[in-house]
């Protein structure tokens, strides 16, 4: 079969899913939980909507409990899994589309998930949709399972390795091509200060926020500063700081208080240097200035050992791995006021040669100069699948075939996917090297093209591991 061509037989219909599918808001929502949506309801009829395509195309689709499902097709003794997720991050500021109704524009798909993983998971179900529209059958049992946490805990996809058996290998469209055989552990931390005021006579930090996920660069951060004398040299500061650092911002004076807001730009967290981290950028501002002992603790833990520094010398546990690579940090989540004092979260991605322990000690070393409290919260360790296994060069062929690009290898990653859940588990797409990788930010794209390809490298990579 020419699968090229039968893919875009399947563009109209694909592009109509996929606007359904991005018209609903699915990040997780714990304060709106309940019994029936324990992630909040987005992320229930997102995949709620996974499994009305599944029955409407005559597979076989179970709902585990509203927070993971799956799409089966073929029968046998081993089970090849296709591993997705439906939740999105959170939308965040900075868009010029609506991120939740699908806009096509020069070309690509705008909208929260198009990149992320709603038009990749979705390209991989239809991948699955044309070996059963052609009736081709498969010698293994076929699992396309949607998750609906992956965005913070995998709480979903947890669940479904709890209550069914484990898939016997797969991979998940929740990444890059040409194929990631290798994952770095991905561990975070809270940091936790005092905020209780024990000097009035200095000025004090009364707000600080910034960060929406510990795994996505923060944007936009706000701070307010009270009791403030000299606001006019802090302002013309401010107006100096925005024009000679790569940050945008504006600044307010009411009363004896500043109001300071500073714009970076959001992106993945597992390479922070896509983004432009604008909470550690307003503390490093703030710090030049004398505040009471919480908001100076605070604010200088995070300027000189946290501040434009995404491979962690400062805190001495930069380390390269030849395969893996490096270790990086991203500051997620930062919050400070005087009744709860102050939270950073950071999020490691760290290779084999490098431990979770050595990590959590240099942090907390380095906290406790400024009275911090440090405590480890998730840990995945670190995920490898030699190039050796057949999943690896089976699928490396298919998209070698299908791109052209011969010379394309197997690649090591610090994004985490379902994949790593597998022990013979990848990641395979959808994102194209040529194309710029939007995941996390405002205007997340994904090209039509990019999509359809997608479609047609799953649909023969699907045959190729379950036919032959």
């Excluded at 005087?338 to 999020?347: H, P, Q, V």
């Excluded at 588990?425 to 194309?435: D, E, I, K, N, S």
């Amino acid at each position: 079969m020419n699968w090229k061509e039968e893919s875009e037989k399947y563009k109209d219909a694909y592009l109509e899913d996929l606007k359904a599918l991005i018209a609903i808001d699915s990040e997780r929502d714990d304060e709106h939980g309940s019994e029936e949506f324990p992630l909040g309801k987005g992320p229930a009829m997102a995949l709620k909507k996974y499994l009305e395509f599944g029955q409407r195309d005559g597979f076989k689709v179970k709902n585990l409990d509203n927070i993971v499902g799956y799409i089966e097709y073929g029968e046998g003794d081993q089970t090849l899994a296709i591993l997705a997720h439906a939740d999105v991050m959170p939308a965040g500021e900075g868009w010029h589309t609506d991120p939740f109704s699908m806009t096509i524009k020069d070309g690509k798909v705008y909208g929260r998930g198009a990149s992320d993983d709603k038009g990749p998971g979705l390209a991989a179900y239809y991948g699955l949709k044309m070996l059963k529209d052609n009736n081709i059958k498969p010698n293994c049992k076929i699992r396309f399972i949607i998750g609906t946490d992956e965005e913070s805990e995998w709480t979903g996809m947890k669940h479904y390795f709890d209550v069914e058996p484990a898939p016997d290998f797969g991979f998940s469209p929740d990444a890059e091509f040409p194929l990631i055989n290798g994952e770095k552990g991905n561990t975070s931390f809270t940091i936790k200060f005092d905020g209780i005021k024990i000097d009035d006579s200095k000025p004090s930090l009364t707000k600080f926020e910034s960060g929406l996920r510990e795994n996505m660069v923060p944007r936009d951060a706000f701070a307010t500063l009270t009791g403030i004398s000299d606001a006019d040299k802090i302002i013309a500061d401010f107006d100096k700081f925005i024009s000679n650092m790569p940050v945008e911002g504006d600044i307010a004076s009411k009363n004896d208080n500043l109001d300071i807001h500073v714009v970076g730009k959001s992106a993945h967290g597992m390479e922070p240097k896509n983004g432009i981290n604008g909470g550690t950028y307003l503390a490093n501002f703030i710090s030049n200035y004398q505040l009471d002992k919480p908001s100076s603790q605070f604010i200088k833990f995070i300027s000189e050992y946290l501040h434009d520094d995404s491979r962690a010398h400062k805190l001495g546990v930069n380390y390269v791995d030849d395969i893996m690579g490096e270790l990086t940090m991203n500051v997620g989540i930062v919050k400070f006021d005087a009744e709860s004092g102050g939270f950073i979260n950071t999020n490691f991605r760290y290779p084999k040669g490098v431990s979770v322990d050595e990590i959590n000690h240099n942090l907390q070393l380095c906290a406790e100069k400024f009275d911090g409290s440090v405590e480890n919260i998730s840990n995945m360790n670190p995920h490898y699948v030699d190039p050796s296994d057949p999943i690896v060069d089976k699928l490396m062929s298919v998209y070698r075939d299908q791109t052209g690009r011969t010379d394309s290898n197997p690649e090591v990653v610090g994004g985490g996917t379902y994949g790593r859940m597998m022990p013979r588990g990848v990641a395979f797409g959808a994102l194209f090297p040529w194309t710029e990788d939007t995941m996390h930010q405002a205007d997340e794209f994904q090209p039509v093209d990019d999509l359809i390809l997608a479609m047609s490298i799953y649909g023969q990579s699907i045959y190729k591991l379950s036919c032959e």
